[in-house]
């Protein structure tokens, strides 16, 4: 499956972004979607994950409640919400698929090119 992530960009703190990705294709509603990011010099973090019908939801700790995964099947397309935003929340973000809701990369099989999310002070 290809991956298409977008909806990055420059945000004063405390502000708001959706990010956006569009797969190719869905093949299984119990297919997960997960969404890392990674800073400059930092390796590849969680950040959320989802299956397609929007069961097994997880969010890392650092952004649980300022951040909402959904999906929209209709348009093969997921979303990261990001609300209350701050400077350590910049990075260039990824999209990626998987079989499994879990937080470690490999185990999503696909990867989108990444979008940057920074966060000014």
């Known amino acids: 499956v290809q991956l298409q992530a977008s909806g990055g960009g420059l945000v004063q703190a405390g502000g708001s972004l959706k990010l956006s990705c569009a797969a190719s294709r869905r093949t299984s509603s119990n297919d997960v979607m997960g969404w890392f990011r990674q800073a400059p010099g930092k390796g590849r973090e969680f950040v959320a994950a989802?299956?397609?019908?929007?069961?097994?939801?997880s969010y890392a700790d650092s952004v649980k409640g300022r951040s909402t995964i959904n999906s929209d099947t209709a348009k093969n397309t997921v979303y990261l919400q990001m609300n209350s935003l701050k400077p350590e929340d910049t990075a260039v973000y990824y999209c990626?698929?998987?079989?499994?809701?879990?937080?470690?990369?490999?185990?999503?099989?696909?990867w989108g090119q990444g979008t940057v999310v920074t966060v000014s002070s």
């Open positions: 989802s299956r397609w019908s929007g069961g097994g939801t």
């Open positions: 990626a698929a998987g079989r499994v809701i879990s937080t470690i990369p490999a185990d999503f099989r696909s």
